[in-house]
């Protein structure tokens, strides 16, 4: 039996009313949201309940901030960036999309890579994480983490503190089992290194045998509990050690860069010759990037010194005031130098250069080498070079 058509179509027109009606509160509340959040885009407390969800507020498609006391770090790998900040690490490519995230806890992240890995930490924190694709393994240590590596093929060294002595390296495999120890009782062990092939450990430390400051180098195999080889650096602190095949360290000091065989021979070096270095970085063929001054101020300029793997001048630049960042990376040279950004080529020709209206703090260049990331105060941003 049909009803009423009249009241049918009542019905039908208040179902229409309420519908239009709740669209518009719908709406409402998605502007209202929409303009609290870009209101309140530093409060940390929107920070806090957002990032629960695995969100980021973004002042835009190009940036993303942190809270102004939030201790963060950055890292290339494998073509894309790593940021690692209080609650989370994650892997961004150029376009400002996320690869993978984790979930975090940090209170001073420190990130390393190389090629396809990463090694990630917290300063003084208790174990650290090798990761590859977002994929993690837990490297567990049992003592606070100060430093820490990995090689190309996901094997890791970490420095720890350790009661009753200096310091502590354990070296792990790609699978976080542990390979190796080595408790330091006489040095404060400063970097750590593993060759390519996994069989050889190099480690860094102070000396203390004489007055003067000195770097003390070592070289460990997996099966012998003390070193195969140690060399002295007199008057030389090493300030990092990288191997750029099995069988050659680069050794880059305060006064000189030296390559040595896995021997503990020294096969070239260049000095310095008492000018001295503000930056540098190692490239992933195994280049070095010097940035050094003739006097201790960089107001008289900095020179830029590329060298090969054998330490073969291959180009310089000069650079009017003090370089904050150096990203060595395949075929160029990204720098950061008083607000601006310059792209140069391996021989020390300049590519490209950008004024940056910030005080940018360090700047990574993406495998298309047209974008950097960039960090400047509370905020990461991705900045077009070309």
């Known amino acids: 039996m049909n009803g009423n058509p009249d009241i049918e179509k009542r019905k039908q027109k208040r179902k229409r009313r309420k519908n239009i009606i709740l669209a518009v509160v719908i709406f409402a509340l998605i502007v209202s949201t929409s303009c609290t959040l870009y209101m309140n885009i530093d409060n940390p407390l929107l920070h806090n309940v957002f990032s629960g969800f695995g969100l980021d507020i973004m ?27 209080s609650n989370q690490t994650l892997c961004l490519d150029s376009n400002m999309n996320v690869l993978w995230s984790m979930d975090d806890n940090n209170t001073f992240p420190v990130v390393k890579s190389k090629d396809k890995y990463a090694i990630k930490y917290n300063f003084d924190g208790e174990n650290a994480y090798i990761i590859k694709n977002g994929k993690t393994v ?51 062990i400063t970097d750590v290194t593993i060759s390519p092939d996994n069989r050889t450990l190099a480690v860094a ?55 040595y065989n896995a021997t503990g021979e020294a096969k070239a070096e260049y000095a310095y010759d008492g000018k001295k270095l503000f930056n540098y970085d190692i490239g992933p063929d195994g280049s070095l990037v010097l940035a050094v001054s003739d006097s201790d101020s960089v107001m008289t300029g900095t020179q830029i010194k590329i060298l090969s793997k054998k ?5 310089t630049y000069s650079s009017g005031g003090s370089v904050t960042s150096i990203d060595a990376a395949d075929g160029s040279v990204l720098l950061v130098s008083d607000r601006t950004l310059s792209v140069i080529s391996i021989r020390g020709n300049e590519i490209k250069k950008l004024d940056i209206n910030k005080d940018v703090k360090d700047a990574i260049l993406f495998g298309n080498g047209k974008d950097a990331l960039i960090t400047a105060g509370s905020m990461a941003e991705i900045v077009n070079l070309k």
């Open 205 to 259: 430390a102070i000396d203390f045998s004489t007055n003067t400051t000195s770097g003390e180098l070592m070289f460990f195999n997996f099966y012998q509990e003390k070193p195969y080889a140690g060399k002295i650096l007199e008057n030389n602190m090493v300030l990092q050690l990288e191997f750029t095949d099995k069988n050659s360290l680069l050794v880059v000091g305060d006064s000189a860069a030296i390559v």
């Open 59 to 85: 002042t835009d498609g190009n940036t993303v901030d942190f809270d102004k006391t939030e201790k963060y770090a950055i890292a290339g790998c494998d073509g894309d960036a790593i940021i690692s900040r």
């Open 138 to 188: 837990e490297l567990l240590t049992g003592n606070p983490v100060i430093g820490g590596t990995v090689n190309e093929n996901g094997y890791s060294a970490v420095i720890t503190r350790e009661k009753g002595y200096k310091s502590q390296v354990i070296v792990f495999s790609d699978e976080g089992e542990v390979l190796y120890k080595w408790h330091s009782a006489d040095s404060y």
């Open 311 to 315: 330490l073969k001048e291959k180009g």
